[in-house]
């Protein structure tokens, strides 16, 4: 990271951008999810050009997906949670016969990408869209409650691992700051075989660090206790991305809660090269 500018230009982008690109993504959102208007602004930076989705959009058939490259779901409680984290939202799309279909005829597609942050994260989990499809529900991996008991909302470390996740190519051992926000963050095992072929496949796109860029579970650098600091799943293909933590608040700059001396200033950070990196996917 001390290598790094931290400028716009460092990705060719153009904040003063207005054309339109024709390569098209989408924020799927709940009743209650924030953190789409950051997420939104992100994907625009990067080149997408995007639209607000709600769920009654995909639930009355307004909403296709048909001509959407990329998804998103992003952070928040939605539905208040009140049924468990995501239960609600993921209850939506099983019970809503033009939700489902869009849903899973989206996924079919080879050349699609999807990103779910916190709820959403929590959400793939319900899906089954990582690790990978076919789990039956007593062993798909899930995210349960964080050991400390509360809520966490903190700025911590985390570092990238090698692994198939499109989003992350090219960001390999990368070590830095990043935004958390939730109380069900844990990621959990029901099955020590399918833990140990994940672990096996790689798709554990980044974990939580210590001081010295450590993967570790120890509080309150890990802030929910996944074992062997998880911080997310991603599928075989690297097409599906799930993870706890925020980039989209903490891919600008003044976004960042700390940095080192050298950095301060900067126009954009390091995880401004995730939505890059979906957007040259896509565009290929």
Request: charged share 25%; with cysteine.
């Amino acid at each position: 990271t001390r290598s790094f500018n931290g400028t716009f230009d460092k990705y060719g982008i153009d904040p003063g951008r207005r054309k339109k690109t024709g390569v098209k993504a989408a924020i799927i959102r709940e009743k209650g999810v924030n953190g789409d208007r950051e997420m939104a602004y992100s994907m625009y930076l990067a080149g997408f050009d995007v639209k607000d989705v709600h769920m009654t959009d995909l639930i009355a058939g307004r909403e296709t997906l048909e001509e959407v490259q990329m998804i998103v779901f992003v952070g928040g409680f939605s539905n208040s949670d009140v049924l468990g984290s995501a239960k609600g939202w993921a209850g939506a799309f099983k019970y809503n016969e033009k939700a489902r279909l869009a849903l899973e005829k989206f996924y079919a597609r080879k050349d699609t990408l999807s990103l779910g942050i916190c709820n959403g994260c929590q959400l793939f989990g319900l899906l089954g869209w990582v690790p990978w499809q076919g789990l039956e529900a007593e062993v798909q991996p899930r995210f349960v409650h964080n050991d400390s008991g509360r809520f966490e909302s903190r700025w911590t470390t985390v570092k990238v691992q090698d692994s198939p996740a499109i989003m992350l190519q090219g960001m390999s051992e990368l070590i830095f700051g990043i935004h958390v926000d939730h109380g069900e963050g844990k990621l959990h095992f029901p099955d020590q075989a399918v833990r140990d072929k994940v672990v096996e496949q790689g798709l554990v796109p980044l974990v939580y660090t210590d001081d010295n860029g450590v993967a570790t579970e120890q509080y309150p650098f890990n802030p929910n206790g996944s074992p062997d600091g998880f911080a997310g799943l991603c599928s075989p293909d690297g097409r599906h991305l799930a993870m706890m933590p925020h980039p989209e608040r903490a891919f600008l700059g003044w976004q960042c809660h700390w940095l080192p001396q050298e950095m301060q200033g900067m126009e954009a950070s390091p995880w401004l090269q995730m939505f890059r990196n979906a957007y040259a996917w896509c565009v290929k």
